[in-house]
């Protein structure tokens, strides 16, 4: 079992480099490689428990939040229009 887990995706760790690096390509022994020179990227891995393993992580959609539109009331015509003068 692996000790560290990308999250989904393919994913740049060295600045300037492409990304290429994804959980197929990417050995446990690189990813400490990795990490020891660029701690930055430590949040493209998946959190891991204390007693080891790997946190399952559930992927969830974002939420649409729906706006009420306040209707206004037609009892006054608008300023400016046609009919104001």
Not at 54 to 66: D, G, L, S, Y
Not at 68 to 76: H, P
Request: with cysteine; proline share 11%; aromatic share 8%.
């Amino acid at each position: 079992m692996k000790k560290y887990i990308l999250k989904p995706g393919t994913h740049q760790f060295a600045p300037g480099s492409p990304a290429v690096h994804c959980n197929n390509n990417l050995t446990d022994k690189e990813a400490e490689w990795y990490l020891q020179r660029y701690p930055h990227i430590a949040k493209l891995f998946t959190p891991q428990p204390p007693g080891g393993g790997v946190f399952e992580i559930k992927e969830e959609k974002p939420k649409m939040k729906r706006r009420r539109i306040k209707r206004a009331g037609v009892s006054a015509p608008c300023s400016g229009g046609e009919g104001s003068l």
